[in-house]
C-alpha cells in the first residue's frame, strides 16, 4: 500500500523558514515525479515544486523560486521542501504527491500558516 506522509507544518513568522518533509513508502518510486501542492482558504489547490526522482531534475512554481527548494534522500525515500523567506500569502495546507507509472498518489497535507 502506497502511503506519502508529510510533516513539518506549523506557524511562523513571515520571513521566517519551515522544512516539510514527504515519507514515501509502498513501492519503488525511482521513476516517478514527486511534487508539492498547496491549497489555500477558498482556493483551488496549486502547484508549488516537484522534482524527478530518477535524475534530481527539478522544477518550480513562478511564485516561490528563489525562495523554496526541493530535494530528495535517496535512502530515506524522503523528499523535502525547504521553505524560505516566508509570506503570508504562502498560508495554506500543503500536499505531497507522487506520479508515474499512470499512477497518482497524495499525501493528507501538512498545514502551514505564516503570520504577518
Known amino acids: 500500500q502506497v502511503q506519502l506522509v508529510e510533516s513539518g507544518g506549523g506557524l511562523v513568522q513571515a520571513g521566517g523558514s519551515l522544512r516539510l518533509s514527504c515519507a514515501a513508502s509502498?513501492?519503488?518510486?525511482?521513476?516517478?515525479?514527486m511534487g508539492w501542492f498547496r491549497q489555500a482558504p477558498g482556493k483551488e489547490r496549486e502547484f508549488v515544486a516537484a522534482i524527478r526522482w530518477r535524475d534530481g531534475s527539478t522544477y518550480y512554481a513562478d511564485s516561490v523560486k528563489g525562495r523554496f527548494t526541493i530535494s530528495r534522500d535517496n535512502a530515506k525515500n524522503t523528499v523535502y521542501l525547504q521553505m524560505n523567506s516566508l509570506k503570508p500569502e504562502d498560508t495554506a495546507v500543503y500536499y505531497c504527491?507522487?506520479?508515474?507509472?499512470?499512477?497518482?498518489?497524495w499525501g493528507q497535507g501538512t498545514q502551514v500558516t505564516v503570520s504577518s
Open positions: 504527491n507522487a506520479v508515474g507509472e499512470g499512477n497518482a498518489y
Open positions: 509502498g513501492r519503488t518510486f525511482s521513476s516517478y515525479v
